[in-house]
């Protein structure tokens, strides 16, 4: 299974850069502060300037980033190998001014990215958790072994109708709800805010109270693990189709001696 190689290129993806402190000597001499370079400017579009004053990728030290990412929103860490970051966009709802989006305004990259990483993150949860800790049981009426398949794409065309019907409804709640929500609080929403954690009127069960620059780093934390659930869901999923079997059985597998192991005695002189 290829989750750890994953989960090593999702942290490497995720990490800041570090800076390692230089010292210097003035001798006596003012030091002259290096001028910074004027932006350049092509006159051929926005996705062009970008480009134009792209800087060295953090994630990828060998490639460049857009100017569009100048490491000012959290978790910025230069990786745009694609340039979606010079291709301004909005939420699809707000009409065509609102959809073509600014250039530089990354908030609608970030929703999207919160958000599949979210169910990114739960989609993992469901690979592995029935075979750790069982499936539900089935009835007369969906069947004994309606949620007994271990693997989820089986499973997908093994369980009932109504049940996927279920999963969809509540799923569809939710994103009106986060539509609703992004279009009440309009130029003043915060990318992935639904209104659940700290903060006076939010739903906040377990009573959080974070500081500033804890709040910050819970936020990088979340992002990290959104990105890890990504690319982690990716590789369950191509390796289920693959194998044909759940993770836990792979992983099962992998730490049983094979056959040939047991029979390694065959090929010694009887009385060894």
Request: net charge negative; hydrophobic share 40%; glycine share 12%.
């Amino acid at each position: 299974m290829k989750l750890a190689a994953a989960s090593v290129i999702a942290f490497a993806a995720s990490t800041t850069a570090y800076t390692a402190p230089s010292m210097t000597f003035s001798l006596g001499r003012k030091k002259k502060t290096a001028k910074k370079a004027a932006p350049v400017v092509t006159g051929a579009s926005p996705s062009a300037d970008a480009w134009a004053n792209a800087g060295t990728s953090i994630a990828l030290p060998f490639a460049t980033a857009p100017a569009t990412l100048d490491g000012t929103m959290l978790g910025d860490v230069g990786f745009d190998p694609l340039g979606f970051s010079t291709v301004p966009v909005g939420p699809w709802f707000t009409g065509n001014e609102g959809r073509s989006g600014q250039i530089g305004n990354l908030s609608w990259y970030r929703e999207a990215e919160l958000i599949h990483g979210r169910i990114a993150q739960i989609a993992v949860v469901g690979f592995i958790a029935p075979g750790l800790f069982g499936t539900l049981p089935g009835n007369d009426w969906t069947g004994a072994d309606a949620y007994s398949n271990l693997n989820p794409l089986d499973a997908f065309s093994q369980v009932p109708g109504l049940a996927i019907l279920q999963i969809f409804l509540f799923m569809s709640y939710l994103e009106v709800r986060r539509i609703n929500i992004i279009k009440e609080e309009g130029e003043s929403y915060q990318p992935g805010d639904l209104r659940i954690g700290q903060g006076e009127g939010r739903y906040n069960p377990f009573g959080l109270n974070y500081s500033d620059e804890a709040y910050a780093e819970k936020q990088l934390q979340e992002l990290k693990h959104c990105r890890l659930g990504m690319i982690g869901v990716f590789g369950l999923w191509a390796q289920a189709q693959a194998s044909g079997v759940g993770v836990t059985e792979q992983i099962g597998n992998a730490l049983v001696a094979p056959d040939y192991y047991a029979k390694a005695g065959y090929f010694l002189p009887e009385g060894i």
